[in-house]
């Protein structure tokens, strides 16, 4: 839903889940640390995903992610559901999955998080003189496209 950090227009999304009443699951692996309207990507919906690929902005050493919810209820499932489905311990009253994240990610993701506001504002100053480029590449683009259409929808 999110992505090359930035958000989505949440506002508008929100209130299509709202009106049919369906949760809002934000997927922001490509905006941790995004804000939309002074909230943080993945804080807005019913269910924030983050994924920590190591390519991603919050990188681990592997592959591991994140789920954040502020529902009781909703955090109580997906805790059941990622140690396998079992409460009590060799209970499994419903199938779930391992997908905990190992202690050596956790340390590794937890010293990163604190740079992570320094890291995203440094990218932003680097990409800054480029956007000029960008935007006069995009008006181009644009322009070839709307003259590829017109020039197949007039020799049809």
Not at 3 to 10: A, N, R, S, V
Not at 39 to 62: E, H, I, T, W, Y
Not at 120 to 141: D, F, I, M, N, Y
Request: glycine fraction near 8%.
């Amino acid at each position: 839903m999110h992505l090359y950090g930035q958000c989505c227009d949440l506002t508008a999304v929100k209130a299509v889940c709202d009106k049919h009443q369906v949760w809002l699951i934000e997927d922001a692996a490509q905006a941790i640390g995004a804000e939309w309207e002074g909230k943080r990507a993945g804080s807005v919906g019913d269910f924030g995903c983050f994924s920590f690929f190591p390519s991603k902005n919050l990188g681990g050493a592997g592959d591991g992610g994140m789920i954040v919810t502020r529902s009781a209820e909703h955090a109580d499932r997906l805790r059941l559901l990622r140690e396998h489905g079992a409460r009590p311990k060799y209970y499994h009253s419903i199938v779930g999955t391992n997908s905990r994240l190992d202690a050596l990610q956790a340390a590794i993701l937890r010293v990163k998080l604190r740079h992570l506001d320094r890291w995203s504002e440094s990218a932003r100053q680097e990409r800054r003189p480029l956007r000029p480029a960008v935007r006069r590449l995009a008006h181009r683009t644009a322009a070839l496209a709307i003259r590829a259409r017109a020039t197949s929808t007039t020799s049809t």
